[in-house]
């Protein structure tokens, strides 16, 4: 298997939490350097995982000659990164979202194409457990066709981070969006074609969106109903309900598991429907009982994508990236549309006055 050598860029909370633990646990990577401003950061990463460490990318990138950087940084470091990666001869794979915005995404993939590296972005919610469990459900059409995907995400915090600032591509649209967005459209398999959204800045401390509010309608039909709440005192529950022409599926969190309900169409009974102005008997509904059936399905039953496994193939030139390029480039175009339709409804400006 061939080992590569690897850098990673940003020794916050995913580079630290994720990326080195994976890459230190994966037989196909060489932790070959690491790189983050603070002196502090760089010490513990030399002291726990014995590796070279700097202070920029362009000394570590002269004196490791890596095969892959992978960038964890603030996103709007990623853009610079990547193209000093690529003439630099490496691969580059970068956490999401892969830039602030459309544009400067595809600066990056015009500087991978120009290079010719191979560019990647980690977008894990289409991965997650509770996300391959439900396309395992999807596949077997319980609940009929798909017309509507509820999704949510709910806390109350002070953001108070770099992600805090638009001028830094923070905001909870480029930061959870680009989970749910991409996991939700993974769901549906279709195109967004519709989008509409609205942005507020509310409990953050700073000036970009706590508060996102998404509706998609995607190509083959599908409404994608998103919210992402970081001022929200009660959680809005269930984070996912699937809706299909004839049952519907929620996660239930605390029993960790897909609950399923639905009925088989072939088993309604008869029913004609009126044709005069005069509702028969006065009544409200016909009354009828539908064969409800019940099902739930527990996700630690399925395994998550192991994305650093998959990802192995993709950069030794032997396998498919766990997400296409021209998926993450979409992802991009969507959020974009999002800030385009929201226009300037973010409330908050950066003097902490609200407008
Ligand atoms: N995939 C996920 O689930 C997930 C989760 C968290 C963050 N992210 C993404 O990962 C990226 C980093 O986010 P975070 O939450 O870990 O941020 P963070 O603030 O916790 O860490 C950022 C790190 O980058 C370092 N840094 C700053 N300037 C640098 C530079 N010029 N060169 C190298 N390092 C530099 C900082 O010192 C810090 O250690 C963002 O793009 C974010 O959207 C993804």
Same mark, same amino acid.
């Given at each position: 298997?061939?080992?590569?050598?690897?850098?990673?860029?940003?020794?916050?909370?995913?580079?630290?939490?994720?990326?080195?633990?994976?890459?230190?646990?994966?037989?196909?990577?060489?932790?070959?350097?690491?790189?983050? !401003? @603070?002196?502090?950061?760089? #010490? =513990?990463? +030399?002291?726990?995982? &014995?590796?070279?460490? /700097?202070? %920029?990318? *362009?000394?570590?990138?002269?004196?490791?000659?890596?095969?892959?950087?992978?960038?964890?940084?603030?996103? !709007? @470091?990623?853009?610079?990164? #990547? =193209?000093? +990666?690529?003439?630099? &001869?490496?691969?580059? /794979?970068? %956490?999401? *979202?892969?830039?602030?915005?459309?544009?400067?995404?595809?600066?990056?993939?015009?500087?991978?194409?120009?290079?010719?590296?191979?560019?990647?972005?980690?977008?894990?919610?289409?991965?997650?457990?509770?996300?391959?469990?439900?396309?395992?459900?999807?596949?077997?059409?319980?609940?009929?066709?798909?017309?509507?995907?509820?999704?949510?995400?709910?806390?109350?915090?002070?953001?108070?981070?770099?992600?805090?600032?638009?001028?830094?591509?923070?905001?909870?649209?480029?930061?959870?969006?680009?989970?749910?967005?991409?996991?939700?459209?993974?769901?549906?398999?279709?195109?967004?074609?519709?989008?509409?959204?609205?942005?507020?800045?509310?409990?953050?401390?700073?000036?970009?969106?706590?508060?996102?509010?998404?509706?998609?309608?995607?190509?083959?039909?599908?409404?994608?109903?998103?919210?992402?709440?970081?001022?929200?005192?009660?959680?809005?529950?269930?984070?996912?309900?699937?809706?299909?022409?004839?049952?519907?599926?929620?996660?239930?969190?605390?029993?960790?598991?897909?609950?399923?309900?639905?009925?088989?169409?072939?088993?309604?009974?008869?029913?004609?429907?009126?044709?005069?102005?005069?509702?028969?008997?006065?009544?409200?509904?016909?009354?009828?009982?539908?064969?409800?059936?019940?099902?739930?399905?527990?996700?630690?039953?399925?395994?998550?994508?192991?994305?650093?496994?998959?990802?192995?193939?993709?950069?030794?030139?032997?396998?498919?990236?766990?997400?296409?390029?021209?998926?993450?480039?979409?992802?991009?175009?969507?959020?974009?549309?999002?800030?385009?339709?929201?226009?300037?409804?973010?409330?908050?400006?950066?003097?902490?006055?609200?407008?």
């Amino acid at each position: 298997m061939k080992h590569l050598r690897t850098v990673v860029v940003g020794l916050g909370r995913i580079g630290w939490q994720f990326h080195l633990p994976q890459i230190d646990s994966h037989e196909g990577y060489l932790l070959s350097g690491v790189v983050d !401003p @603070l002196s502090d950061r760089l #010490a =513990e990463a +030399a002291d726990k995982f &014995g590796v070279a460490a /700097f202070p %920029d990318l *362009p000394s570590c990138l002269r004196q490791v000659l890596p095969d892959l950087v992978v960038l964890a940084s603030p996103t !709007p @470091l990623h853009a610079e990164q #990547a =193209e000093m +990666a690529f003439a630099a &001869g490496c691969d580059v /794979f970068t %956490d999401k *979202p892969m830039a602030p915005d459309l544009a400067t995404a595809d600066r990056m993939i015009a500087a991978a194409q120009h290079h010719g590296r191979r560019l990647t972005v980690y977008q894990p919610e289409r991965g997650s457990r509770e996300v391959v469990c439900l396309q395992s459900i999807l596949a077997q059409g319980l609940i009929g066709d798909v017309y509507m995907i509820k999704h949510t995400r709910t806390q109350y915090t002070r953001r108070e981070d770099w992600q805090a600032w638009r001028r830094h591509g923070g905001g909870m649209l480029n930061n959870y969006g680009a989970h749910l967005l991409d996991a939700c459209l993974h769901v549906a398999g279709g195109k967004a074609e519709k989008i509409t959204c609205h942005l507020r800045a509310i409990a953050t401390l700073g000036d970009a969106d706590d508060v996102v509010k998404v509706v998609i309608e995607t190509q083959n039909g599908i409404l994608l109903d998103i919210d992402i709440n970081m001022a929200s005192a009660q959680p809005m529950l269930p984070r996912w309900h699937i809706l299909g022409s004839h049952g519907s599926l929620q996660l239930d969190d605390e029993a960790h598991a897909w609950r399923a309900r639905w009925f088989d169409p072939a088993e309604l009974p008869p029913l004609t429907v009126q044709q005069g102005l005069a509702a028969t008997a006065r009544r409200y509904g016909s009354g009828e009982k539908f064969p409800w059936q019940e099902a739930t399905f527990p996700v630690s039953e399925v395994q998550e994508v192991d994305y650093y496994g998959r990802s192995h193939g993709y950069f030794t030139g032997t396998g498919e990236a766990v997400v296409a390029l021209a998926e993450s480039r979409e992802l991009m175009r969507v959020l974009d549309a999002c800030r385009t339709d929201a226009g300037g409804s973010v409330a908050r400006t950066e003097d902490g006055s609200t407008r």
